[in-house]
T-cell receptor, first 114, second 113 residues
């Protein structure tokens, strides 16, 4: 069953702690993305990667870090430098079939601060 | 980047047809129009994509006038399960990548019995 798996579904962070959100896909997609969604708001792009071993900052990258060592995996670390990390985090990947590009999303991780 | 404008919310009843219009006055020649649906605490899901005229699939239709400055998502005979947020995106992901697409606040559709 192909798709994107995010874990955990819920995560709690203590002050000054780094936490890592997992994102795995078995869709054989080259590109992967991390978005942040605050209540009642749209999605904002944190980081994206178009190919293994390469990634770029999105619109709100400060306080976050990523890695792309494998095509299937794109973990996001929320560092202690992110002062307002409470949000819903969504991972996505995309096809590159010309004229039929789509974003496929995981089910999200809700991060809260203790 | 093409900016889109959608109504913040819409209300409907079961069995009715719902039309959600999106304005995108500065759409570029190569841009596609794509709609996503999002339920609470879930990731958005692709609904439909079009370039011009009309596109229809098993869940929705997308109407695009000749000037392409707006588009209308049509949901036939909605049910309670269609209550969700609907996002209109305009861009050319095949050329510039999805990182250039902007998810606004979308349209919150509430379907009542």
């Amino acid at each position: 069953d192909g798709g994107i798996t995010q874990s955990p579904k819920y995560l709690f962070r203590k002050e000054g702690q780094n936490v890592t959100l997992s994102c795995e896909q078995n869709l054989n997609h080259d590109a992967m993305y991390w978005y942040r969604q605050d209540p009642g708001q749209g999605l904002r792009l944190i980081y994206y990667s178009q190919i293994v071993n390469d990634f770029q900052k999105g619109d709100i990258a400060e306080g976050y870090s990523v890695s792309r060592e494998k095509k299937e995996s794109f973990p996001l670390t929320v560092t202690s430098a992110q002062k307002n990390p409470t949000a819903f985090y969504l991972c996505a990947s995309s096809t590159r079939t010309t004229g039929n590009e789509k974003l496929f999303f995981g089910s999200g991780t809700q991060l809260s601060v203790l | 980047l093409a900016k889109t404008t959608q109504p913040i919310s819409m209300d409907s009843y079961e069995g009715q047809e719902v039309n959600i219009t999106c304005s995108h006055n500065n759409i570029a020649t190569n841009d596609y129009i794509t709609w996503y649906q999002q339920f609470p605490s879930q990731g958005p899901r692709f609904i439909i994509q079009g370039y011009k005229t009309k596109v229809t699939n098993e869940v929705a239709s997308l109407f695009i006038p000749a000037d392409r400055k707006s588009s209308t998502l049509s949901l036939p005979r909605v049910s309670l399960s269609d209550t969700a947020v609907y996002y209109c995106l305009v861009g050319d992901p095949g050329n510039t990548g999805f990182q250039k697409l902007v998810f606004g606040t979308g349209t919150r559709l509430l379907v009542s019995p």
